[in-house]
């Protein structure tokens, strides 16, 4: 299989992310009629949007644009943000619609969990790229592979949550 150049591959990443994009935007417009079901369906599609971001990128980004990539984004998205919420605030839950304080004022904390999940999503797919063929001693044989790539990215994301969490937003 030919690889294709990184840019093709960013160019199938955004494309993704405008496919969920419009769908965010249909799911507003839905949500302006004032029906209380489509309005919950906005606010949990925009919770997720992140890690749905993190996904396109994660399979954009993987040059054979697997499942195993896709995994690997989701996987690396909600371990950065389990990390993160926990070593913010460790009674908190999930921390995706919280404001965050950056450059002395708050920022909602949608945007920046988006920038968050782009980041995770380019790591996970950079991962996919570079993990995807190991090969595993034989009695680790079944962890070979594109089974690993979700395993390597989770101890990724954990040290990107802590990085963030406790030397970049403190700084800011």
Known sequence: ???????????????????????L?????????GNSGLEGVFNAYKMIFPLIIS?????????DHSG????AGAVGYLVFGASFSVLIDAKAQ???????SIFG?????????????????LVSGM???????????EWLAFFGGRRFVPIITSVV??????FVANIVLPHL
Not at 94 to 100: C, D, K, T, Y
Not at 157 to 162: D, M, P, Q, V
């Open 68 to 71: 195993a990539a896709a995994l």
């Open 1 to 23: 299989m030919k690889k294709e150049s990184l840019v093709k591959r960013l160019a199938i990443s955004l494309s993704y992310v405008a496919v969920t994009a419009i769908l």
């Open 127 to 137: 991962m996919y790229n570079k993990f995807y063929n190991i090969k595993m001693p």
């Open 157 to 162: 994301a954990l040290f990107i949550g802590s």
């Open 105 to 121: 004022g708050e920022v909602k904390g949608q945007i920046f969990f988006i920038i968050c999940g782009l980041v995770m999503g």
């Open 55 to 63: 996904i396109a990128f994660a399979v954009g980004i993987g040059f």
């Open 94 to 100: 999930f921390l995706v619609n919280a404001p965050i």
């Open 25 to 33: 935007v249909i799911f507003w417009a839905g949500s302006l009629t």
